[in-house]
């Protein structure tokens, strides 16, 4: 397996800030004789943690559970308490770097997705809805093209600033307090007819970001004629990740939820229909 750890500021040759992260890790089988080298769809994993830390428990089980269903995998260390655009600049990085390299990484350039957990999922979301913002035209001018995913998968995401529905701390951090931003970030607000296709998932008891969060995403998709899919599971709280014992402390762990672990299934399934499969 190639494991690597990636500087994509240095990559970029961007001057790094203070204190940012911007690192890449890859889980990518290797392509030996034996398997023969085959072209895999690549999956960008954004672990969640309200923009202030990264929840291990959504970053390597995610990455592992996608490269043996035949995805190559990353996952994105992303700045932390550092407001927009930085964090979506690293996610632009983070897409451009893994088409850039797609033959050293065995992946079909075409076929990228990012799946994203909580503010992970708002750092997702920000990539379909936002890859064409100011900012990234600013940053990367002729990579432009490069910086959309495919498609992407919203994990219990945080999308809307509206209080009554919102996480609070997600949008405290990823604004910088700065009130003009609440509503550029608030994410049903900026779905177009030109945004990626979706794979949606919620559970109807997640007491952290409400279930309205996809609603209203799903909604947004729906005015705008963008394909998506959308999962409310009943059952589960908040940060289930795979919802299975990888990511729970038991199998008496009221995060190990059956039911909702078929998303990851439910997800490969809706991919696998958009083109996203291995080949030789």
């Not at 990518?28 to 034996?34: A, I, K, M, S, Y």
């Not at 398997?35 to 690549?42: D, G, I």
């Not at 923009?51 to 992303?78: C, H, N, Q």
């Not at 093209?145 to 990823?174: C, M, Q, W």
């Amino acid at each position: 397996m190639i494991q690597e750890r990636v500087d994509l500021y240095k990559y970029f040759s961007i001057k790094r800030k203070k204190n940012s992260l911007g690192y890449l890790n890859t889980y990518v089988p290797d392509g030996t004789p034996e398997l023969n080298v085959k072209q895999r769809p690549a999956m960008l994993v954004c672990t969640g943690g309200g923009y202030s830390f990264l929840s291990d428990r959504e970053k390597e089980p995610v990455a592992i559970r996608f490269m043996s269903k035949g995805y190559s995998a990353f996952t994105l260390e992303y700045s932390l308490c550092t407001a927009f655009p930085v964090p979506l600049l690293e996610a632009c990085m983070a897409i451009v770097y893994i088409r850039e390299n797609s033959t050293k990484y065995f992946v079909d350039p075409n076929h990228v997705c990012a799946v994203g957990f909580s503010a992970g999922g708002h750092l997702v979301g920000m990539l379909a809805t936002m890859s064409d913002d100011d900012a990234v035209k600013k940053a990367m001018p002729d990579k432009l093209e490069l910086v959309k995913p495919d498609a992407v998968i919203l994990s219990y995401a945080v999308i809307t600033s509206d209080s009554r529905y919102s996480h609070a701390g997600t949008f405290n951090n990823i604004t910088g307090g700065k009130k003009t931003l609440y509503q550029k970030l608030s994410l049903e607000k900026r779905v177009t007819n030109e945004s990626v296709p979706a794979f949606i998932w919620h559970t109807k008891e997640d007491g952290a970001v409400p279930v309205y969060n996809a609603l209203c995403m799903a909604s947004a998709y729906y005015e705008h004629g963008v394909p998506f899919e959308l999962h409310v599971f009943e059952r589960g709280g908040h940060g289930l990740s795979l919802a299975n014992i990888e990511t729970s402390l038991s199998e008496n762990d009221k995060r190990c939820i059956k039911n909702v672990q078929a998303w990851v299934d439910l997800a490969d399934n809706w991919l696998k229909s958009r083109g996203f499969t291995v080949h030789e």
